[in-house]
């Protein structure tokens, strides 16, 4: 059975970040898609994925070529991007693996 999840977060100072979400079989959330402000970006594939005690981190690749790290809160069920790298810059490349 699939779940669909999308969590709005966002200040004055920040664009608004929507995540949303597919959870598979095992009830794993994982992103599918990003809004950011009016801006949608479709996940093409998760890089690399970790645990810590309240956060899940994801690193993907959007269909735009750019990296971006993710930051799931799971006891408020908040996302945050901590990371963006377009990817135009060599000598600033994240790397994507």
Excluded at 37 to 49: F, T
Excluded at 56 to 67: C, E, N, S, V
Excluded at 74 to 87: F, I, K, Q, V
Aim: charged content about 35%.
């Amino acid at each position: 059975m699939s779940k669909r999840s999308e969590t709005d977060t966002g200040t004055d100072d920040e664009p608004t970040l929507r995540v949303e979400c597919y959870a598979g079989h095992r009830a794993d959330t994982e992103p599918r898609r990003l809004y950011i402000a009016q801006r949608e970006v479709l996940v093409i594939e998760i890089l690399d994925r970790w645990l810590e005690p309240r956060h899940r981190y994801f690193k993907l690749r959007g269909d735009d070529g750019a990296i971006y790290l993710l930051r799931h809160d799971t006891l408020n069920d908040r996302w945050e991007m901590t990371l963006y790298d377009s990817g135009q810059r060599d000598e600033t490349r994240v790397s994507s693996t």
